[in-house]
């Protein structure tokens, strides 16, 4: 069965090009479920006359989900929903946390949980001596079954005790803020590259396949650094927004 398309008209006096806003608006929908992953879309042609736009618009809008991973389009049954992206907002929260009030179902899966002594370019980023105990953590999270990212976190020993039965059920931002640590400054680079065999296997992508990468280090009210993250994304389900202003 063919999915409907969203009727709504899109605005002509805005700046931001015709085919975007229509790519926008199909994401909308793809994002909030109400064209379901496996779905298959109108052609460019019955897209285009909901949407009042040229069909060369229509097909630029089209292309461009397909560039992002929400489209494919597959010879013999045309253009296809795959999944919506996580989009997520640049702000001081835990993948978990943002993951859940998107509705995305978050898991974890367990990898390691140890205490450690913390090697020197996360004893410099804690701002701690070298060979400081930290609880070292490595987690493969999920988002609606399909694996997202693998995270490795560093915790001093001295701000919270962490065990695998806790992050198994919360993320690591709510146990920090339940022990009285709320992170409150952050530092964080984010980058890209190729996936090693490892990680791709772990993510359930081919090897190589393109990922985003985040170390982020976080201080508490008190300036205290509460945690060192070192993860990274499947690019082809993940994304960061941003709203800018001048």
């Known amino acids: 069965m063919d999915t409907p398309a969203p009727g709504a008209a899109l605005d002509r006096r805005s700046p931001v090009p015709l085919y975007f806003q229509a790519a926008g608006k199909l994401e909308q929908l793809i994002e909030s479920g109400e064209m379901p992953?496996?779905?298959?879309?109108?052609?460019?042609?019955?897209?285009?006359?909901?949407?009042?736009?040229?069909?060369a618009t229509m097909r630029r809008a089209v292309q461009h989900l397909v560039e992002r991973g929400v489209l494919v389009r597959k010879r013999?049954?045309?253009?296809?929903?795959?999944?919506?992206?996580?989009?997520?907002?640049?702000?001081?929260?835990?993948?978990?946390?943002?993951?859940?009030?998107?509705?995305?179902?978050?898991?974890?899966?367990?990898?390691?949980v140890e205490v450690r002594p913390a090697p020197d370019h996360v004893a410099e980023a804690l701002?701690?001596?070298?060979?400081?105990?930290?609880?070292?953590?490595?987690?493969?999270?999920?988002?609606?079954?399909?694996?997202l990212a693998l995270m490795h976190n560093a915790v001093p020993v001295d701000v919270l005790?962490?065990?695998?039965?806790?992050?198994?059920?919360?993320?690591?931002?709510?146990?920090?803020?339940?022990?009285g640590y709320v992170p409150r400054?952050?530092?964080?680079?984010?980058?890209?590259?190729?996936?090693?065999?490892?990680?791709?296997?772990?993510?359930?992508?081919?090897?190589?396949?393109?990922?985003?990468?985040?170390?982020?280090?976080?201080?508490?009210?008190?300036?205290?650094?509460?945690?060192y993250g070192s993860h990274i994304y499947r690019a082809s389900r993940y994304s960061i927004a941003l709203t800018l202003s001048s």
């Not at 298959?40 to 736009?53: I, S, T």
């Not at 795959?82 to 978050?106: F, I, M, N, T, W």
């Not at 530092?187 to 090897?207: C, H, K, N, S, W």
């Open 185 to 227: 400054m952050a530092d964080q680079v984010v980058g890209a590259r190729a996936a090693t065999a490892a990680e791709a296997r772990l993510l359930g992508d081919a090897r190589g396949a393109a990922v985003l990468t985040m170390t982020r280090t976080a201080w508490d009210a008190s300036g205290r650094a509460v945690e």
């Open 127 to 147: 701002g701690v001596p070298a060979g400081t105990e930290v609880t070292w953590l490595e987690r493969l999270r999920f988002a609606a079954g399909e694996p």
């Open 37 to 55: 992953v496996g779905g298959r879309l109108d052609n460019e042609v019955e897209l285009a006359e909901r949407l009042g736009v040229s069909r």
């Open 76 to 112: 013999g049954i045309g253009t296809q929903i795959v999944h919506p992206k996580v989009r997520r907002p640049v702000e001081l929260s835990s993948l978990y946390d943002d993951l859940a009030k998107s509705g995305q179902r978050p898991t974890t899966r367990i990898r390691a």
């Open 161 to 179: 005790r962490l065990r695998a039965s806790d992050l198994e059920e919360r993320g690591l931002y709510e146990l920090l803020r339940a022990a």
